[in-house]
């Protein structure tokens, strides 16, 4: 599945960096979501983005910074990690809020 | 709110042999059923899905799911388990076209077969 792209695939960082997180997708969708996949916990629904507008924000600590410049590409800035935010982070589009996900290969990230 | 229940954290099938995941779902609507597949490294493929009609659908992969409304279940099912097919299993929840809705996912079940 190449519709929905994630860079970088794993990414390691102390507690002081600053990084960001990409997600692409190539199938004309509006909608854009990041979720976090935790071991041992179901998927957790991050952000949620329609035509560029954030439309969720589940509660996400403030060192977590979504950015969505348009339709197709969407970020997810990180800073002042802590150890728990270790986990796989999945992008996925759909073609309006609430419909068909499709998801990237998601983005491994490894705070230490 | 919605919610999702895998009971099945683990389970171990011989290849060849039949496979049932169990999921049940809390919701307070006609829900719409997903079950996702995930392999090691990668991220979520979907496998099925329903929204309406018939309760017995059809997906990729050979996998097929009943949703049974009295139950609040939606299994997968595949009548014969290939090696290949040893991943995590999601079944989500969600209601489309509507924006304070979201899916929500179970646990997953981890799918290991054995030769």
């Known amino acids: 599945e190449t519709g929905v792209t994630q860079t970088p695939r794993h990414l390691v960082m102390g507690m002081t960096n600053k990084k960001s997180l990409k997600c692409e997708q190539h199938?004309?969708?509006?909608?854009m979501y990041w979720y976090k996949q935790s071991a041992k916990k179901p998927l957790e629904l991050m952000f949620v983005?329609?035509?560029?507008?954030?439309?969720e924000n589940n509660s996400v600590p403030s060192r977590f910074s979504p950015e969505c410049p348009n339709s197709s590409h969407l970020f997810l800035h990180l800073h002042t990690l802590q150890p728990e935010d270790s986990a796989l982070y999945l992008c996925a589009s759909s073609q309006d809020t609430g419909g068909l996900q499709y998801f990237g290969p998601g983005t491994r990230l490894t705070v230490l | 709110a919605q919610s999702v229940t895998q009971p099945d954290i683990h389970i171990t099938v011989s290849e060849g042999a039949s496979l049932e995941l169990r999921c049940n779902y809390s919701?307070?609507?006609?829900?719409?059923l997903f079950w996702y597949v995930q392999s090691p490294g990668q991220g979520l493929q979907l496998l099925l899905k329903y929204f309406s009609g018939d309760t017995l659908v059809q997906g990729i992969k050979g996998f097929e799911a009943e949703f049974k409304r009295s139950q609040s279940s939606f299994n997968l099912r595949k009548p014969s388990v290939h090696w290949s097919d040893a991943a995590e299993y999601f079944c989500a929840v969600g209601a489309l076209y509507n924006a304070g809705n979201m899916l929500t996912f179970g646990g997953g079940t981890r799918l290991m077969v054995k030769p």
């Open positions: 919701y307070g609507a006609t829900p719409y």
């Open positions: 199938l004309g969708h509006n909608a």
């Open positions: 983005y329609n035509f560029k507008e954030q439309t």
